[in-house]
């Protein structure tokens, strides 16, 4: 068998992706699907669309290269976390759009869990600060909100799933019903302490446990995909949020290793071996996967806005016409003239925690031309990554050496440089940047013995580039000084 087969189930598209043993890309398909905005603030996917648009890159990455389901060692699938979906058991039909992790129709109800005093209990428990973001809540919606769904539950009628469980289930027909612990962790209703779905908080948030999947393992056969969907079986094998494979993806495998992805936000996530270490700074205790046995623990914090403020660059501001551009501009100029762009569109996460920041520019002068402002925007994702780390640091009281980054702006040289400079670490980016499907290939790899070890993945691993400070201390200090300057300026700007 020459591939491993990657689903990756993004939050605008899913794509596939077919790797073989030395972890190269030998091909890949890639469909969007409908975003459904039904309010302001609400929003959805249809949950049969997830399932045909992923089913339907499957068939056309393997037909690219006239792979055969003999060809494919297993799959491992990789998703959007959180997401909430609920189906009926025998026929197979959502009761409802999943409800997309970014969607914010809880927040009131989140909040009415904190005035009751349940945070640290929550915390405790989960590893999470309560929060609409997590699956909990949006499943309640359902249960409370689809007519007669509670009882239909309570009957042992319907199921939930997060997206990878979903897919599973459906490509299964209905034999498997699993969720893996990295996915599970990502609900509000898990506890990361026992691997098992908590009491107490069902019970809190009225929810049937026999509607919850069976947590597993993220590096295991779950089950083989049903003969109608690609001539014969596929096992498949491995399971993991997003974010938790592409720390598996960057081969993260031990304690204090470390990865950041600049995506449309930021999310850095840590493995703190068999450790979990609760926040005092506002980052998230998380499971990192589940294999051979054992559960790897991680700490995770996040900015909202990072690529995206290049978009906002480019869609808003027209000031570029394309994210390239941006670096192109911010390398006219050798610094932002002391210029500081605050990019707290919808609040500011860790550490400031802010709902009501927005965003501001400070620091104008006659001076001051649009390749400051340009690279000032961007300067504002390593900033908001310098806060996170350090955060990060404090938690685990030892110092980061190193960085792995991926994600779509990590391919911005200038970012990167800017980012080692504050960090005062050395930045590695990967030869191969898709490490979230390349890490549900692993995992799936792993399970079906196509890898010995992670030893063997980890000789996978190149380095493509190696970004080290080129900043003094005395500079370094003085700019992160007036960066917090900067965001005392944003904070509660809308209360
Ligand atoms: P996501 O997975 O969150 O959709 P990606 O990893 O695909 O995001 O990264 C897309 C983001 O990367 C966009 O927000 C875009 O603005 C940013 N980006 C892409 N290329 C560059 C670049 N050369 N410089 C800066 N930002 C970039």
């Avoid at 020459?2 to 030998?26: P, W």
């Avoid at 339907?56 to 799959?75: F, N, R, T, Y």
């Amino acid at each position: 068998m020459k591939y491993l087969m990657a689903l990756d189930a993004g939050t605008t598209s899913n794509r596939c992706i077919l790797f073989n043993k030395k972890g190269e890309i030998c091909s890949v398909a890639q469909k969007e699907f409908k975003q459904i905005y039904p309010q302001p603030g609400w929003v959805e996917h249809d949950a049969n669309e997830i399932f045909s648009t992923q089913y339907a890159v499957a068939l056309e990455a393997m037909q690219k290269i006239g792979a055969k389901a003999s060809d494919i060692a297993a799959i491992g699938i990789t998703n959007q976390r959180e997401t909430t979906i609920v189906w009926d058991k025998e026929t197979g039909e959502p009761v409802y759009n999943a409800i997309v992790w970014q969607c914010r129709r809880t927040s009131k109800y989140s909040d009415s869990l904190k005035v009751k005093g349940l945070e640290n209990k929550f915390r405790k428990k989960t590893g999470l600060i309560i929060d609409a973001y997590f699956s909990a809540t949006k499943l309640k919606w359902i249960l409370d909100n689809v007519k007669g769904a509670r009882k239909r539950a309570e009957n042992g009628e319907l199921l939930f799933g997060t997206v990878e469980t979903w897919l599973i289930w459906k490509f299964t027909k209905g034999r498997v019903h699993v969720t893996d612990y990295s996915n599970a962790s990502r609900t509000m209703l898990f506890n990361i302490n026992t691997l098992k779905w908590d009491k107490d908080i069902l019970k809190e948030l009225d929810i049937p446990e026999c509607m919850l999947p069976t947590p597993v393992p993220s590096s295991k056969i779950y089950g083989e995909t049903d003969a109608d969907f690609f001539s014969s079986k596929i096992k498949i094998a491995g399971a993991g949020g997003d974010q938790q494979c592409a720390l598996f993806g960057q081969t993260c495998f031990n304690k204090g290793d470390a990865k950041n992805t600049y995506g449309t936000g930021c999310f850095m996530l840590m493995n703190t071996g068999n450790k979990r270490v609760f926040s005092k700074n506002g980052l998230l205790t998380t499971i990192a996967w589940g294999l051979n046995g054992k559960v790897n623990y991680a700490l995770e914090g996040s900015v909202y806005v990072a690529g995206a403020a290049i978009q906002w660059l480019r869609d808003e501001i027209h000031i570029i016409d394309n994210a390239p551009e941006a670096d192109y501009m911010a390398s006219r100029v050798p610094d932002t003239n002391g210029c500081y762009v605050v990019p707290a569109f919808t609040g500011l996460a860790a550490p400031y925690w802010d709902q009501y920041a927005r965003g501001t520019v400070v620091g104008l002068t006659r001076g001051v031309n649009k390749y400051h402002f340009v690279r000032a925007t961007l300067e504002s994702i390593a900033y908001s990554t310098y806060d996170l780390a350090t955060q990060m640091q404090k938690d685990l009281g030892t110092k980061i050496t190193s960085l792995k980054v991926d994600g779509g702006a990590s391919r911005s040289d200038i970012l990167m440089q800017i980012q080692a400079d504050l960090l005062d670490k050395e930045l590695l980016k990967p030869t191969c940047v898709e490490t979230t499907a390349m890490g549900a290939a692993y995992l799936a790899g792993l399970a079906v013995g196509f890898y010995k070890d992670t030893d063997e993945i980890k000789s996978n691993w190149k380095v493509e580039k190696t970004y080290k400070s080129q900043m003094d201390s005395k500079t370094r200090e003085k700019k992160i000084k007036l960066w917090h300057k900067a965001v005392d300026c944003a904070l509660g700007w809308d209360k």
